[in-house]
């Protein structure tokens, strides 16, 4: 019915870069906020960032100035841009959308498999 398709994840030395991507793609009628979420070991999945359908933007204190979340309304895909990369970023991170489908023509949320992030020297 949906799918959300995660790329970008990998590992990288402290200081630096990932982008990771999340395409949403089947039976998709619209799309209201997108996020990405992250989940380290031994801890609670914490929201990293937010994007309205309008482009508003919402971060968590531990990565503002660092990441940036942005999206393309005509691909129905979000990405989250993280530079200067810290050991504590490390987690495995998660796509969600809300979103509206043909099918039923409700709003539900959707989620991403994860990716995992590893920043390590």
């Known amino acids: 019915q949906v799918q959300l398709v995660e790329s970008g994840g990998g590992f990288v030395q402290p200081g630096g870069s990932l982008r990771l991507s999340c395409a949403a793609s089947?039976?998709?009628?619209?799309?209201?906020?997108m996020a990405w979420h992250r989940q380290a070991p031994g801890k609670q999945r914490e929201l990293v960032a937010t994007?309205?359908?309008?482009?508003?933007?919402t971060y968590a204190d531990s990565v503002k100035g660092r990441f940036t979340i942005s999206r393309d309304n005509a691909k129905n895909v979000v990405n989250l841009q993280m530079n200067s990369l810290e050991p504590e970023d490390t987690a495995v991170y998660y796509c969600?959308?809300?979103?509206?489908?043909?099918?039923?023509?409700?709003?539900?949320?959707?989620w991403g498999q994860g990716t995992q992030v590893t920043v390590s020297s």
């Open positions: 994007i309205t359908s309008g482009g508003s933007t």
């Open positions: 089947g039976s998709i009628f619209s799309v209201g906020a």
């Open positions: 969600y959308c809300y979103l509206k489908t043909w099918v039923d023509m409700r709003w539900n949320s959707y």
